[in-house]
C-alpha cells in the first residue's frame, strides 16, 4: 500500500478490492486462481452448463424435499413412537394444518398484531442502538465504557423485563414494544459500536492528514465500513425480537400468536398451539429475509462467497 | 486442518448422540411401586409414594392436603404424599397426563377442555361446591347494577376461566363480545389498582382479600355474586388420570379418603390448620390474616351450610349439569361433556363409606 489509495468500496461490484498500485500482482493472482473450469467451460459449454444446472436444481429442491420428508415421518408418527407420546401431546401436521384453517382468520389477525410489536421494537430498538453507538463512537474511550454498562442490558431474561414493561406501558401493545426495544437496543450498539471502531488506522491517518473534521471522518469513513456490521446486528435483532415479541406476549397480553399459545396449551387444545408455533416461526423466516434481501441491495459488494 | 476437524465433528456428533439418548428416556410410569423398605427384616409397612399436584401455590386453599400430611392421615392410608406446588406456567392437567404427578387440583373447568382436547382425565372428588367469583367495582365507577357494565372494561382471567363471567353477562342482558370490552387479567390486582379497568375478577378467598388489605373499604366496592346469580363454574376439584386410576383403584380411595378427611378436619381446627399452611408457605409471600380469611372462605365453598362432613367431596349433579352447560353454550368445548365418563363416582363412594 505504498501509494495509500483510499478505494471506494461502493464502486467495485465485483466485491475484491482492486488495488491499483498492487494490481499487477493480485491480478495475475487472480487470474491463475480461478482454475481451468471456466475455460473448460468455454469449450464444453452445452454440457456443462446442463450437468451444472442440474446440479443447482436439486441443491435447491434439497431442502424443501428434506422438509417434506420431516413432515412425512412426523404423519407417520415415528416422533410419537420413538418419544413415547399420545396424539393429544404431539399433534400430526394434518391437525395442525385443519387448525390453521378453520382459525385462519384469527391467526393472521394475531399476526399481524405481534408482527407489528416485533417490527415495532425492532426498528425502535434498532435506532436507539445505532445512535448510541454513533455517539460513543465519537468518545472512543468512554464510548467503550458506556457500550459495556449498555450490553449489560442483553443480560436481562425476557421473563424478567416483560412484567416490568407491563407495569410501565400498561397491558397495551407498547409493552411488547418495550420489551423488544430494550433486548435489541444493547444488541445492536454493541455490534455497531465494533463496526465503527474497528476501522484500519491507515484510513483514518489519511483523513487526518487531509484535515477532515470527526463528522466527516464519521459519515465518509466509519459508516460506510461500518454497514456489514450494522446488518449483522439487524440480523441477529431479527431473531430475537420475534422471541421477545412472543415471550412478552405470554405475561399480560389479550391478543397475538403468544398470548394464543400460552392460552391454548393450557386449555390443551395442541393443534392450535402449534399452529401459533409454526405461523411464528413462518413469520420470523419472512421478516429474516427482508432484512437479508435489503443487506444485499444497500451493501452488495459485502456479499460472502462461498464455494457452492 | 481438515483431520482435526473431522475428529471434532465426531465428538461433538457423539456429544450430541448421547445427550439425545439420554434426554429421550421412556416416558417415565406413574410412580405406584411401592417404595423400597430401608432394613430388610423389619415388619414395617412401606409406604406408596404419591405426588399431589397442587393448583397453585402453597396457600389456604389447599389447607385440607397440608393437615392431611401432617395429621398423618396419608400415612394412615399407606401413602407417603408429595405435595408439588402450581405456579404460573405449571398445567395441573399436563402434569397429571405426563405422569409428572397422579393426582391434581384443577378446575372442572379446565377438565372440561382438557377431556375434549382429548386428555384421559377423570375427576376423582369434588372439593368445592360453589363458585368463588366476585365481579368488583370501585363505586367511584358507578356500577350499581351489572347492566351498567355495559360499555366498560372488564377484566378476568382468561384460558378457560372466564366463561362464569360471560354467562354473568348474558344473564344481564349483556352481549360479552360487544357490550363489554374483555381483557385478560394477571395474577395480581395492579390494574384495578390502577384503574386500568372498571370491573375485576376476584375470588372470594383471595384477591377480593388482596383488594380489602391493600387499603380498600369494603363500602368502596360493588360487588357482584357470580353463585347467587345462578352462572357459577364449579372449581377446585381431584383429577387423575383414568389409566392410572384404574390400575391403582385402591390407591385412588386411599388418595381421596385422606385428602377428604384433611378438609375436614382442617375446616374444624382452622386455627391450627393455618399453622400448618404457613410452615408450608413461600417466605415473604403471604400473611398470616390473609390466610386466615382465605381458610374461612375456602371453607364455607367447600362445605357449605347443610352439607354434612360425609357430603364433602361429593358430586352435586345440579352443579355439574349447569357447569357443562355453560362450558357448552360458551364455546370452552366443543362436544357436550359426558359427566358418567368425566366423574369417577365409585371412588369418592368407597372413599366415604
Known sequence: MSEGVVVNRKRDENGTAALPGSASLSGSAVAASVPGSEVQGQAEQGQLVGTARKKWLILRLLPWLAGICFLALWQLRLFHQLFSLESYQLPVPSAIAASIRDNAEMLFRYALYSGTEMLGGFLLGSLLGALAAAGASFFPTSGKAGIAVMSALNAVPIVALAPIMNNWFGDGIWSRIAVVAVITMAAMAVSLFKGLTSIQPQYGELLDGLAASRMQAFLKLRLPHAMPSLFAGLKINMSTSIIGAIVGEFFIASQGLGYLLSDQIRLANMPLAWACIVIAAALGIVLYEAVVLAEKRIIPWNRVRTNA | ?353
Not at chain 2, 166 to 174: C, D, Q, R, T
Not at chain 2, 294 to 304: F, G, S, V, W
Open chain 2, 1 to 353: 486442518m481438515y483431520k482435526t476437524l473431522k475428529s471434532g465433528l465426531m465428538v461433538v456428533v457423539m456429544m450430541l448422540a448421547v445427550t439425545l439418548l439420554a434426554a429421550c428416556s421412556p416416558k417415565t410410569e406413574p410412580s405406584a411401586e411401592p417404595a423400597a423398605a430401608s432394613s430388610g427384616g423389619d415388619a414395617e409397612q412401606s409406604l406408596t409414594n404419591v405426588k399431589i399436584q397442587l393448583k397453585w401455590v402453597p396457600q389456604a386453599q389447599f389447607a385440607g392436603i397440608y393437615a392431611a400430611k401432617e395429621q398423618g392421615f396419608f400415612e394412615d392410608e399407606g401413602i407417603d404424599a408429595e405435595i408439588i406446588p402450581g405456579g404460573p406456567d405449571i398445567v395441573i392437567e399436563q402434569q397429571v397426563v405426563n405422569g409428572a404427578a397422579d393426582v391434581g387440583i384443577t378446575g372442572v373447568d379446565s377438565l372440561l377442555v382438557s377431556r375434549d382436547n382429548g386428555l384421559p382425565l377423570v375427576s376423582l372428588a369434588q372439593i368445592s361446591q360453589k363458585s368463588s367469583y366476585r365481579l368488583i367495582a370501585k363505586k367511584s365507577a358507578g356500577i350499581t347494577d351489572p347492566a351498567q357494565m355495559k360499555g366498560k372494561k372488564v377484566s378476568t382471567w382468561f384460558g378457560s376461566q372466564q366463561f362464569q363471567v360471560l354467562a354473568f353477562m348474558e344473564k344481564n342482558g349483556l352481549d360479552p363480545k360487544k357490550d363489554i370490552e374483555l381483557v385478560k387479567q394477571g395474577f395480581t390486582m395492579d390494574q384495578f389498582f390502577n384503574d386500568q379497568v372498571d370491573v375485576a375478577t376476584a375470588t372470594i378467598y383471595n384477591e377480593y382479600h388482596v383488594v380489602l388489605e391493600s387499603g380498600v373499604q369494603e363500602s368502596d366496592l360493588d360487588v357482584f355474586n357470580i353463585e347467587e346469580a345462578g352462572v357459577g363454574m364449579l372449581e377446585d376439584t381431584l383429577i387423575a388420570k383414568k389409566d392410572w386410576v384404574d390400575s391403582n383403584r385402591d390407591l385412588a380411595v386411599k388418595v381421596t379418603r385422606a385428602i377428604l378427611k384433611g378438609w375436614n378436619y382442617a375446616i374444624d381446627n382452622q386455627a391450627e390448620t393455618v399453622d400448618i399452611v404457613m410452615s408450608n408457605v413461600t417466605d415473604g409471600s403471604t400473611t398470616r390474616e390473609h390466610q386466615v380469611t382465605m381458610l374461612e372462605e375456602i371453607a364455607k365453598l367447600i362445605r357449605p351450610e347443610g352439607f354434612t362432613e360425609q357430603q364433602v367431596g361429593s358430586f352435586v349433579d345440579e352443579s355439574f349439569a349447569r357447569t357443562a352447560d355453560i362450558a357448552l353454550n360458551y364455546g370452552l368445548i366443543k362436544k357436550a361433556a359426558n359427566l358418567d365418563e368425566a366423574l369417577e363416582k365409585s371412588i369418592y363412594e368407597e372413599a366415604v363409606k
